[in-house]
């Protein structure tokens, strides 16, 4: 072999070494990518976890309610249709006689606002909105914080009259 390619070979090592390593040293750890991204998740409330705990003794895990006692959020328009709405039953509840996929139903649902966050509300809203069949809309924590603001003075719940009438 020629001599002076064998003398440049070590040179060439240590600035491909040079190079790999620089390039290695600026490129986000991919451990530390993941611990970000984890991290972000479990930051983020889990709406399948929240129905889980909150809704589904009553309207069941399968979203299907109990016939003429609490009605069903597969496939009803109160869940899937105006999002305000939804949020303002979840903030403030609903008394009385109410029509779902339907049935009359005539009962009270508690209010969730002085229990659960708005990205809590959120994403329940969106798991119910999404499962089951439903096809609704994403809700975001912005869209509940702004509702919640706006309804901050009530304190009763709603009625199925009251929620017809809102625009």
Request: proline share 7%; glycine share 8%.
């Amino acid at each position: 072999m020629n001599r002076s390619v064998e003398s440049r070979r070590p040179q060439r090592a240590a600035v491909l070494t040079f190079a790999l390593a620089a390039c290695v040293l600026s490129m986000p750890s991919v451990a530390g990518a993941q611990s970000k991204t984890t991290a972000a998740k479990e930051q983020l409330p889990d709406g399948k976890s929240v129905y889980a705990t909150t809704c589904a003794a009553c309207h069941q895990a399968t979203g299907e309610g109990v016939s003429g006692v609490f009605p069903p959020l597969a496939g009803s328009e109160w869940a899937t249709g105006d999002e305000a709405k939804a949020v303002r039953i979840l903030l403030h509840g609903v008394t009385g006689p109410i029509e779902v996929a339907g049935e009359t139903f005539n009962g009270m649902m508690p209010p969730w606002g002085p229990t659960l966050k708005d990205a809590d509300i959120a994403a329940v809203l969106t798991y119910v909105r999404s499962t089951w069949g439903n096809k609704g809309t994403p809700v975001t924590a912005a869209t509940v914080a702004k509702i919640r603001a706006a309804t901050a003075s009530r304190t009763t719940p709603w009625t199925a009259a009251e929620l017809a009438a809102v625009k």
